[in-house]
């Protein structure tokens, strides 16, 4: 009998023993083709050998040193790296674990950037429905993912959740993007109002939305509006780019592709690309300058932040990720992996959307194209697809649609940057 508590009690899962490349590998000797790099983690594919080397080098010289003491080589260069390549007025990191990590981290700067400056009244946070920021209580309560969100609901801080922009099942027939974009952003300066503006301290959002929706990109002229949204009341803008970070749209940060610029960024997953665990928190000077100059103590943190050899690993990742052929490659193979969605998908009877980002795909299974009627989500269709895909030596990322059957079930895409054109 295992001991392992895994997160499906019953399902009986196979053992994985090697990776090679864009492949894992079972104990049985089956292969899987990496689809959707688990959940969008392992960009770089599961051999890769810089990465490996430098995890090896590091853990021979200093494996680990805790941050309360020492700073690092690894996470000086690659706070340095991501910060050069930052959108501008981003240029401090703060290394966590993980993407929730990333995000509770987030959430806290912004109340104590507003302490700090001394405006204690803001303490209030706006997302948005139908979003995944992290399973801990206080991501969890950003979240808008009613399923996740269920059982713990006693448990979350008050967060004030808006619409998403998510133009597939929303947008009004008569309605132009541009306006659709506009009406859904403005839901955020009704919401400050509501809230009081002087109450409200950031604004939290996936560029492109991941695990909830299946990578929707917002419309043309939505973050437009939500910068100036952001910018009229004095509410901190946090771009969650745990999933869409890190190259996966084909722009080293998905906010630079969507043209927005954030006051905090999270990022995790491709930064350690699976080969250690490791995010990131960055934010402007400006926040961390309020915090320099006040207390001087940002109150919060990890055993591991700043983690050596995790930052080890991010930074010989972001260093493949910067080299000038990449961002280009993956955006030629999103769009071989596009053309490739519509020709064998694109007219079948239950596909009602294909839509993506460079190698961030989703594709949106519905009962009626017509309509657009989701599936009914206790059907558990997702579960059936991961089921026959792994059958098939494939892993992708099957979700189900949100339970107020306002999105379908949907698959995701998001294949390691190494893959062929075959592939
Ligand atoms: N934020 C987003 C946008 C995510 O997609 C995820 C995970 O899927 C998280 C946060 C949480 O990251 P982690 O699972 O590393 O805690």
Redesign the pocket.
């Known amino acids: 009998m295992s001991h392992v508590f895994p997160r499906h009690c019953h399902a009986n899962l196979p053992t994985a023993v090697a990776g090679d490349g864009c492949y894992l590998i079972d104990s049985d000797g089956k292969r899987y083709f990496d689809a959707s790099g688990g959940?969008a983690v392992s960009c770089l594919g599961h051999s890769n050998e810089p990465v490996r080397a430098a995890i090896k080098a590091q853990i021979d010289t200093l494996a680990f040193a805790h941050t309360g003491f020492f700073t690092s080589d690894p996470a000086e260069q690659l706070a340095d790296l991501l910060v050069a390549n930052a959108p501008e007025g981003i240029d401090r990191v703060y290394f966590v674990s993980?993407?929730?990590?990333a995000?509770e981290a987030a959430i806290k700067l912004a109340r104590q950037y507003y302490l700090e400056i001394g405006q204690p009244e803001r303490r209030n946070l706006i997302a948005r429905r139908q979003s995944?920021?992290?399973?801990t209580l206080g991501?969890l309560a950003a979240g808008g993912n009613a399923w996740r969100r269920q059982q713990f609901d006693p448990l979350l801080i008050g967060v004030s959740h808006i619409a998403p922009c998510y133009e597939y099942a929303e947008r009004g027939a008569e309605e132009s993007l541009a306006d659709y974009g506009l009406r859904v952003a403005n839901e955020l300066e009704e919401e400050i109002l509501r809230l009081g503006p002087e109450t409200v301290m950031a604004f939290v959002a996936?560029p492109v939305v991941?695990?909830t929706l299946g990578a929707v990109p917002a419309v043309e002229g939505y973050y437009t509006r939500i910068r100036e949204i952001c910018d009229q009341y004095g509410v901190l803008l946090i771009l969650?780019e745990?999933?869409c970070g890190m190259g996966r749209t084909g722009h080293l940060f998905a906010c630079e592709g969507e043209g927005v610029r954030p006051d905090i960024i999270?990022i995790?997953?491709g930064l350690g690309a699976g080969y250690q665990p490791v995010?990131a928190m960055l934010c402007s000077s400006a926040i961390y300058d309020a915090i320099a100059k006040g207390s001087g103590f940002f109150q919060h943190g990890h055993t591991y932040i700043g983690h050596p050899t995790a930052t080890a690993a991010g930074l010989a990742v972001v260093k493949q990720l910067l080299d000038p052929a990449m961002m280009p490659r993956v955006r030629e193979l999103g769009g071989l992996v596009e053309q490739a969605l519509h020709s064998t998908l694109g007219q079948h009877a239950h596909v009602g959307d294909i839509r993506g980002r460079g190698l961030f795909w989703g594709v949106e299974l519905v009962e009626d194209q017509e309509t657009k009627t989701p599936f009914d989500a206790g059907r558990g269709l997702a579960g059936k697809i991961k089921k026959a895909a792994v059958a098939e030596g494939l892993i992708c990322y099957p979700m189900p649609g949100t339970r107020d059957g306002r999105s379908g079930d949907h698959v995701l895409l998001a294949p390691p940057f190494i893959m062929s054109d075959d592939d």
């Open positions: 959940a993980g993407g929730s990590e995000v995944y920021h992290g399973n991501a996936e991941g695990a969650d745990v999933m999270t995790a997953k995010g």
